[in-house]
């Protein structure tokens, strides 16, 4: 069965500094993978996605994520942190018939 | 473009009693997903329309849950009773469907039950 794990629960960064979140999934076939962002109070907004091709996906805010086939990852890269990207990160892998399997996330806190 | 739009946005009820929420998907979105997420976990899929029909709702707590989606466009979710582990962001998404994996998300109605 597909399968998300995101290792990291919260990671804290310095304005200004680079970011990398973990992304690993469990799928069979070659995966539909996605980035979503949630801000307090919001519903998710997807950042990128990758379905084939180029491994390197860019996406919005300057975030970009990179698939891995052999390590079964997908990490999500910024090179410089702002505030506003304090929020909640979600990996998501898409199954059949159109669905996502989510990851259990991971809160980002950004320290001025 | 509008998008997905939820009502109500906070809820707070007793526990065994009913509540129900809307969703809107944008225009022309033919799949509908209801999502609960609860606080510091990811969101879980409950239930998946296509159109007006039904093609997942094996994590829907049937004997307290029902959904439903007339006429392929707006949907509704129901508790009752509702129970304390009910309390959670309950999400809605649509997608164009078809193999399209992208999914636009509302911005949830957050429900407590005390």
């Known amino acids: 069965a597909q399968s998300v794990t995101q290792p990291d629960i919260h990671i804290t960064v310095s304005e200004g500094a680079s970011l990398e979140l973990r992304c690993n999934y469990s799928?069979?076939?070659?995966?539909?993978l996605f980035w979503y962002v949630q801000s307090p109070g919001q519903g998710l907004q997807l950042l990128l996605k990758?379905?084939?091709?180029?491994?390197l996906v860019q996406g919005i805010k300057g975030f970009e994520a990179e698939f891995k086939r052999s390590q079964s990852s997908f990490n999500l890269r910024k090179p410089s942190v702002h505030w506003s990207d304090a929020a909640e990160y979600f990996c998501?892998?898409?199954?059949?018939?159109?669905?996502?399997?989510f990851g259990t996330g991971t809160r980002l806190q950004v320290f001025p | 473009e509008a998008g997905v739009a939820q009502s109500p946005r906070y809820k707070i009820i007793e526990k065994r009693q009913s509540v129900a929420f809307w969703c809107n998907p944008i225009?022309?979105?033919?799949?509908l997903y209801w999502y609960q997420q609860i606080l510091g976990q990811g969101p879980k899929l409950l239930i998946q329309?296509?159109?007006?029909?039904?093609?997942?709702d094996s994590q829907l707590p049937k004997d307290r849950f029902s959904a439903e989606r007339l006429k392929g466009v707006d949907s509704t979710l129901k508790i009752q009773p509702a129970k304390l582990e009910d309390s959670a962001v309950y999400l809605c998404?649509?997608?164009?469907?078809?193999?399209?994996?992208?999914?636009?998300f509302g911005p949830g109605t957050r429900l407590t039950v005390t």
């Open positions: 998404a649509s997608s164009l469907g078809g193999g399209s994996y992208e999914q636009y």
């Open positions: 799928y069979g076939a070659t995966p539909y």
């Open positions: 990758y379905f084939s091709g180029d491994t």
């Open positions: 998501a892998v898409g199954a059949s018939t159109d669905k996502l399997i």
């Open positions: 225009s022309g979105h033919a799949t």
């Open positions: 329309f296509q159109n007006n029909g039904v093609v997942d």
